[in-house]
């Protein structure tokens, strides 16, 4: 009888101890939470960067990505206004973050262009952010300058997401790269990755990189000579042992052991000769022919917008993936807005 | 007087400041940052002496002058581990050689012109990310800092 109590009370104050044990646990993946996001960020909430964010963080990212798809439209921002603000037009990032808050059941604020705000009276930024901020839970924002975002972060009060500041950052671009990747290919370890066209300023690319150096991927970087893969990320390579090859033709025998192909556009403007840009522009256009031969669960990507580096007639081949690729956009910017509100 | 040693400079110094291993090629930078064309106390500049520590140095001495935690920091920058000599009556008060901090707060300009720095009434911060090297990178854009063309605030 006695022991029965006894044991009785050691299950009740073990039950009670596990309970205040997941309680701390939770506060504590709470506060690494809000770490992960930025450090010197005001909220705790805000997405700058993928920089700080470890396997797990991207893991359970995606994850939540994927319970969106499976149920887009919910009413989690019932009743919370979120402003988009786009300081430097960008169409496709902002319909997809502002379908991702109608569908959450959220309204949407904001411009999609600086030439319609104040911007352009010479307000600073800061000033348009702590007016905006008075008005909104969340600022999803776009700017033309390097950094823009992560100073948003530091001064206002409600958190920031970063829809891309000029070269520097795109969080939500590479989170729906690597969910079109996870969910094309079953998984994100040991895959082979082409990575075509301009290597040199492209965003998305360098992003996918510092990402990926969790998952053990194999690079293939082609690229004409004028836009190769710049030294510092080959060496971000060699230091975190992402093992890539570099090639200067977009040839048969590459793309046959490749997972996934992603394109990006080689644009006239970044040559500094433009006969050079001549002579390759041609030479780095995916044509439907040339996906003979390559392996079934091959998929190609693409950020979009195209312009001619993927000829039209692979767009019916299934192994084209761009404009599902997009979609993905919808269900990572989804989680992402709910984690930034901490709705989830 | 051809073999006199900087040591020996130092000494004639009653008060003021001696800044010694300064790399040759940024003596005249540490003359521009400290406005030394500007005063008139004596001051003796010295550049590709031979050094143990280095290949070739620089020595400046700067008599009734004496360097504020601002110009030490803004020296750190251009030229990471020079010495700083305070003397005092002929003697060496105070020795240091002046490091990298961990972090650099409103001294330079980011060199990167779609910086939101360059754009906004802000303290620019760059990260020390090798402090041997002096290899500085902008908080804001992440572009590292070109060592050749520094710009002080
Ligand atoms: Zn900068």
Redesign the pocket.
């Known amino acids: 009888m006695r022991k029965g109590f006894t044991l009785f009370f050691f299950l009740f104050f073990t039950d009670k101890v596990i309970h205040n044990l997941l309680n701390l646990l939770h506060i504590i993946r709470n506060f690494e939470d809000s770490k992960h996001y930025s450090v010197m960020d005001k909220t705790g909430r805000s997405l700058i960067s993928l920089e700080g964010l470890d396997r797990n963080d991207i893991i359970r990212l995606l994850d939540q990505a994927a319970q969106f798809e499976a149920r887009p439209d919910r009413k989690t921002l019932d009743g919370k206004i979120v402003a988009t603000l786009f300081f430097e037009p960008s169409t496709r990032t902002r319909l997809s973050f502002e379908t991702a808050v109608n569908r959450l059941g959220g309204r949407v604020i904001g411009f999609s262009d600086a030439a319609t705000t104040s911007s352009t009276k010479g307000e600073t930024l800061k000033d348009t952010i702590m007016m905006v901020s008075n008005y909104a839970d969340l600022i999803i924002m776009r700017h033309y300058l390097?950094?823009a975002a992560k100073y948003a972060s530091e001064i206002s009060p409600v958190p920031i997401i970063n829809a891309g500041d000029g070269a520097n950052q795109h969080p939500s671009q590479t989170m729906l790269d690597l969910y079109s990747m996870r969910k094309t290919q079953g998984r994100l370890d040991d895959l082979n990755i082409c990575l075509v066209g301009d290597l040199k300023y492209g965003r998305t690319v360098h992003s996918m990189l510092t990402a990926m150096r969790f998952f053990n991927p194999t690079f293939h970087f082609i690229s004409p000579d004028e836009l190769r893969m710049p030294e510092e990320y080959k060496e971000y390579c060699r230091k975190n042992g992402i093992r890539f090859e570099e090639h200067s033709v977009l040839d048969h025998d590459t793309i046959a052991q490749a997972d996934i192909l992603y394109m990006t556009r080689v644009q006239k403007e970044r040559f500094t000769d433009l006969m050079e840009y001549e002579r390759v522009k041609d030479a780095f256009i995916l044509k439907n022919s040339m996906l003979e031969g390559t392996k079934d669960n091959l998929r190609i990507m693409h950020p979009l917008p195209r312009v001619n580096e993927i000829s039209q007639d692979v767009d019916s081949n299934p192994k084209a993936y761009f404009f599902q690729q997009a979609k993905n956009g919808l269900y990572v910017r989804e989680a992402l807005i709910c984690n930034a509100l901490n709705l989830l | 007087m051809e073999n006199q040693k900087p040591a020996l400079m130092v000494a004639a110094l009653e008060n003021g400041t001696v800044i010694d291993h300064i790399p040759s090629d940024k003596v005249f930078d540490v003359v521009s940052l400290l406005g030394l064309s500007h005063i008139d106390t004596p001051i003796t500049i010295g550049a590709n002496l031979t050094s143990h520590k280095m290949q070739s140095k620089g020595i400046i001495k700067i008599s009734d002058r004496f360097l504020t935690e601002d110009e030490c920091r803004k020296l750190s920058v251009i030229a990471p581990n020079i010495v700083m000599n305070t003397i005092r009556d002929y003697k060496v008060a105070d020795k240091k050689t002046i490091q990298l901090p961990d972090e650099i707060r409103g001294t330079i300009r980011?060199?990167?012109p779609k910086?939101?720095?360059?754009h906004e009434p802000m303290e620019?911060v760059f990260d020390v990310i090798d402090k041997k090297n002096g290899v500085l990178r902008?908080?804001?854009?992440?572009?590292d800092v070109n060592k050749s063309d520094i710009k002080i605030i």
């Open positions: 390097e950094g | 980011c060199q990167n910086c939101i720095t360059n620019t902008c908080r804001y854009c992440n572009k």
